[in-house]
Each structure stands twice: as C-alpha cells, then as structure tokens.
C-alpha cells in the first residue's frame, strides 16, 4: 500500500505528529520535497523531537527511512539533525535512513543568496517573500539550471571537486553583484568533506530500494512538508515553498514514478494558521489573533516566528482538499477550540459585494472579504476524549459540519500533542 500524507492548508496542520501516529502501521516513511525550511515536532515517550529533514518516522525503531529526489538537502543541517536524535537516544544508521543518490545539496551560497534577495527585496519594496532564509529557493533553481550538486556524488568526490571550480566561479558572479564577498572553492570542499563525507553512507538508489520494498508487499507511506497553498504551482505564489507538496508529486518525488497511490490522507486543522507573509483572507487581528495563537501554541518550528491565525477557512480547505486528492481527512487540534462559547468559521470571501467560494488566483485574493458564521462551541476539555463517544454534542456537530462544507470525511481527529491523543472516527 502507498500511501500520501499531505496538508491541506498553509503547513503546520500537525503532519509530524499524524505522520508518527499513522507510522506504526506502514514499513517504510520518505520524505519527498522541500528541505529544511518547514518544521514538524513530534512529541513521544523518548521527548520532543523537531525534525526539518528527517521523514518523522525515524522515531520509531523498525521503519525505514526514505529521502527522495525531490528534496533539497543542507548537509550540515542533516549532520545536526541526526546527532541530536542520537543524543535522545533515536538509533540512525543506513538500515533506517536511505538517502536517494539524485537528491540535491543545498551549499552554504544558497544560504547565504537567500538572504541577500530576502534583505535586496525588503530594501526595494518593503515586502520581502517571508522566506525562511535557508537556501530553498536559489538551490531549487540551481536544480532546473543544472548547476546543483546530488547527494551520489559525494560518492566520489574527486569527480565533485572537478565540477565544482566553475560552479563557484558562476555563483560568484552572481554574489558579487549583491555587493558581498565571493565564496571559495576551498570552503566549499571543506564544506563537503567536513558535512558531506559523514553522510555518504545512507545515500543509495531509493527507487530500488522503494520498488522491492513495494513488491515485498510493505506498507509505504510518503510524508508531504507544508500543506497544498504552499505548493509551487497551486498555491499562493510567491508566497509558497519551491516544491511540490502535492500528493501526487510524492511517487515522483520520492524515486518511485512507477508507482501509483493507493489513497492520499490530508491533514486539515480546526482552525486556520499561517507563517509569512501573503493573503491571508480569514486572518484574526488583535486580541483575537492574540488568544487563537495563544491557545495553539502558533510559533514556527523551524523559526519561532509568531504564526499569523484565523478560523477555520472552508474555501481554502476545500480547494487544499481538491489538490490533495485526499481520500480522507485527519483533523488536528480540535482541543485548541475548548475555551470558545461560539466558534467562528470562515464559510465564504467577498469581493465587491460578490460570493467567493473557489479559492481564487493570488491577486485576487488579496482584495477578498472573509465572511464569518458562528456555530455553537462545547466549551469544556477534549485533551482526555479518546472515541466518538466521549466527544460531547458540539464538537461532534462541528466535527460532522466541517466534513459537510468541504464534502471530505474526517477519519481522525487529535485533541493533543501526545501520541495518543486522538480519536478515530470511523
Ligand atoms: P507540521 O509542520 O504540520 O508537522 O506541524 P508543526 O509541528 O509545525 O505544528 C503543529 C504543532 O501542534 C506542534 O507543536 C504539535 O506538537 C502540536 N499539535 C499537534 N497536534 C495537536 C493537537 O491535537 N492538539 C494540540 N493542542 N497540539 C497539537
Ligand atoms: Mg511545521
């Protein structure tokens, strides 16, 4: 089976904490995009764990561990990334982590490019992309310039350090138009042989490795960073990720094109959170916002960034939905919503006096209206509800009109960060 867990709306729906929940049923968990620009934690009985690289399942002793092509990899990140998991006492070695051989290698230059355009963007128009300054962006473009490096070819190095000499010098041309000061080749192999070297060991062919996997009859799952309005393509350019979040990139994106999706999960929040900068129609402001973020602990786990917050969107969740195919939902922190005696829901947008209900082109979604509809809150603790019948009536009528508006079951629900902490609807 291969399966597709996805985010629905702007990331941060809790993907870390249902991609470690779900895991226990599946072999196998790859990671197919994005790099270390998004965060998930994940809570378990070993602590609590921020994973930017890792696909989640690392936590759990007998999954295999995938990276594939698509994603874009900052060798020294993933050296920090799995020496804290060591010091937690999480066991990484080849056995449990494949890295695919075509997967590309963020350089500290595509670090350092990002934010010179994020600082070169603030200086001339006062709206800078909201990047998280870790080098996706410029690396995915060196990706479709050819200029990149992959992961295999750490695998012989004396073939890398041949390419690399130009490579710098076109890089440079480019650094020294920003007004900073060129990188060297030097530092660049010390890069390499300091953070490259030591990871040489996990990189294999993943393609290989997915499609025996698949024969042998093992569970698959594919972990998406970032939800659907983040995606290059679909979502709210240039306000998104560079890579494809959508589900149906990840057979592509993790080395296994042949192969097809048995279903595609898409995780959805009960609310509406958002890091950066871009149109935000169902955006909360002031105290509001104050008490949403409050309440949800909305802080970015790879920045600390204060999120942006709002109610639930319909709009957008329907179209992020649509996207992702999703087969099925699992709904996040529902428990965040306990305190509130009415729950507001943004069922609609306006703009000039018009209905919007299909999530429409960037542009002109920054001049859209949201229109708020209240429901009835339950207003008491959901943290210790672990089935249907422990949910009292309002959470569950919330529950049940959530899937009417956007005409996709909810097959979970999580009332806390804990492992445990959640229900299965069905
Ligand atoms: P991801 O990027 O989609 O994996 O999500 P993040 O990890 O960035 O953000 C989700 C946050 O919500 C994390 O701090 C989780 O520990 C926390 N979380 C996940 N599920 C629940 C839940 O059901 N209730 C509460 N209160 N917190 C949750
Ligand atoms: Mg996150």
Redesign the pocket.
């Known amino acids: 089976m291969l399966t597709s867990i996805c ?1 629905i709306n702007w ?7 249902m991609v470690d929940l779900l895991s226990r049923d599946f072999d196998v968990v790859c990671r197919y995009q994005g790099g270390n620009n ?6 378990n009985d070993k602590g609590r764990f921020i994973l930017n690289l890792l696909p989640s399942g690392i936590l759990r002793e007998d999954v295999v561990n995938v990276m594939g092509p698509g994603m874009v990899i900052d060798l020294k990140h993933l050296c920090g990334e799995i020496q804290k998991l060591r010091e937690g006492g999480i066991a990484v070695s080849p056995e449990n982590l494949k890295i695919s051989d075509k997967a590309i290698i963020t350089m500290p230059y595509n670090v350092l490019q990002d934010i010179m355009e994020e600082d070169r963007l603030t200086k001339a128009t006062g709206k800078p992309y909201g990047s998280t300054r870790r080098g996706i962006a410029p690396v995915y473009a060196d990706k479709y310039m050819k200029k990149a490096f992959r992961m295999g070819e750490l695998l012989n190095t004396e073939l890398l350090y041949k390419r690399l000499p130009d490579i710098v010098e076109w890089k440079n041309m480019t650094i020294k138009a920003y007004g900073f000061n060129p990188v060297t080749v030097e530092e660049m192999v010390a890069y390499f042989e300091e953070y490259g070297k030591p990871l040489a060991k996990y990189v294999t062919d993943t393609g290989v490795y997915l499609n025996n996997a698949n024969a042998q009859g093992k569970n698959i799952m594919f972990e998406a ?1 970032l939800g659907a309005l983040r995606d290059i393509d679909y979502g709210i350019v240039p306000y998104t990720s560079s890579s494809s979040t959508i589900a149906a990139y990840a057979p592509i994106g993790a080395g296994v094109p042949n192969l097809k999706l048995s279903n595609s999960i898409g ?1 959805m929040k009960a609310y509406s959170s958002c890091v950066g900068a871009g149109p935000f129609t169902c955006e909360y402001f002031g105290d509001k916002a104050e008490k949403l973020r409050d309440l ?2 909305e802080y ?2 790879a920045t600390g960034r204060p999120r942006r917050v709002g109610p639930f969107d319909v709009v957008a969740s329907r179209y992020g939905i649509r996207c992702q195919g999703a087969d099925e939902i699992a709904l ?5 919503l306990d305190s509130y005696e009415e729950i507001e829901i943004c069922t609609h947008y306006t703009l000039n006096g018009k209905v919007i209900d299909e999530f429409p082109f960037t542009d002109v979604l920054d001049e859209c209206k949201p229109v708020f509809e209240k429901v009835k809150g339950w207003n008491c603790d959901l943290s210790h509800c672990r089935t249907v019948d422990d949910l009292p009536k309002e959470a569950l009528d919330y529950i049940r009109l959530l899937e009417k508006l956007c005409g996709c079951k909810i097959s979970y629900v ?4 804990e492992r445990d ?2 229900i299965k609807m069905r």
Not at 11 to 17: A, L, Y
Not at 38 to 43: C, D, F, P
């Open positions: 985010g990331g941060d729906e809790g993907k870390g904490r998004a965060g998930h934690t994940v809570i960073q995780i949800g602990g970015g786990a996040t922190k529902l428990d965040v999580s009332v806390g960060a902490a959640y």
